[in-house]
């Protein structure tokens, strides 16, 4: 849809349409699927000017389908969260009455009442004196009793849960957002604030798991081209808030992720200054010693990368930043020439990770590459063997083919 310019239009849509939906005939489903379409637009736009002119214009169509007789649930629900989004808390109030009177389960009915507790008594949506525990709480039994349905209506169950998580992300409750944003995501990984939800995970999870790690689990659910638009909505907010506080260690331990993750020596350079102050300012940050570690790497600075992964290992261990750390700590240790005690350091570091990655090929080719420095060739071909046994899919050819070539090598 063509978005146009908001100051430009917003009040004259705004006073044109609340007046339409009264006089607006009965619509077509194809008008309705199309005024969805543009409250999912709504729903998607991180510009609020933009948000709101979306919902206006889906308006007239969504209210005259939920003031039709014989109008569903779904219907009225949609209606009333284009209420919302347009910010017409009145029109809301009135959808409740509908939802009564067509005789709405519970679940549909509080799920109502939440959005209309957003308000505050001058209109404004979670402004001063809007109810925001009582709407919170609100919802979280809305939640409950979509829930119980069978089978469940995941928009709706990931609609409210979504919601939850932004109250709770609005009062600083972090732990609480994360999880509900989770609990949304995971249900409709696919729904219209997909971007903006997962942003509130990572707000939540980043500093408890690390960005890295809150990133891999996301994309357990996610497409690859949401993962895209989060990682570019990520690097957007973590700049504002190291602008806006230039001393927020786990802000600067993500931004120096997503430069690492560009394996370019400008980015390098980078990653490197936002690590060497995360470590200082957040040293409990669960990937940050292991991102020093990498940019440390990176620059040529073995001995300080060296120490930077064991100290990760020390410090997180069961992380996945950890397994990664270790595997690269055996690396470069092995290009250091270390002691022999300082692999058998390494071997039992990989020991100790390698039931969490035993179908990574590559820490068992790590693990031959140790034992092989140590010069016990005859567990250096078993542990290549083990890797050559679980290089079974496309993303392990290339592995695959460096074991194989070593198992020739060792005349294993």
Known sequence: MRKPHPTALLALTSALVVGSAVAQPIPTQADIDLAVETLHESARSSDP???????????????????????????ILWAAECALRATLPIEGRDLIEIGLKNGCPAADLLHLKAWQLEFAPDGTRMGPGAPLDECEATYLRAAELHEQRVPPNVELLASVYGRAAELAAYR????????????????????????????????GASPRLGEGTSLEKLATILEPHAMGALIDQRVLELTAMVEADPDDGNALAGMAFHSLIVDEPNHTAIGLRHAEKA????????????????????????????????????????TSATVLAVNSLALVDLERNVSDQDHERNLGLIHSVIGQVALEPAIHETRSRVLQAL??????????????????????????????????????
């Open 49 to 75: 000017d933009i948000a709101r002119l979306n919902a206006l214009q889906a308006w007239p169509v969504l209210a005259a389908a939920a003031r039709a007789p014989g109008a569903g649930c779904n219907q």
């Open 172 to 203: 600083g409750d972090l732990r609480a957002a994360e999880t509900r944003a989770w609990k949304a995501l995971s249900r409709n990984p696919s729904g219209p604030a997909l971007i903006p939800l997962a942003s509130v995970y990572m707000r």
């Open 279 to 318: 470590v200082v300012l957040a040293p409990k940050n669960p990937e940050i010693w292991y991102l020093l570690g990498m940019a440390e790497q990176r620059a040529g600075r073995l001995p300080e990368a060296s120490g930077s992964y064991r100290r990760q290992a020390q410090l997180h261990p069961g």
């Open 375 to 412: 010069g016990r060739k005859s567990e250096a071909c078993s542990a290549l063997s083990d890797g050559l046994l679980v290089a079974t899919g496309p993303q392990h050819a290339e592995v695959k083919a460096t074991i194989e070539s070593r198992l020739s090598d060792l005349g294993c």
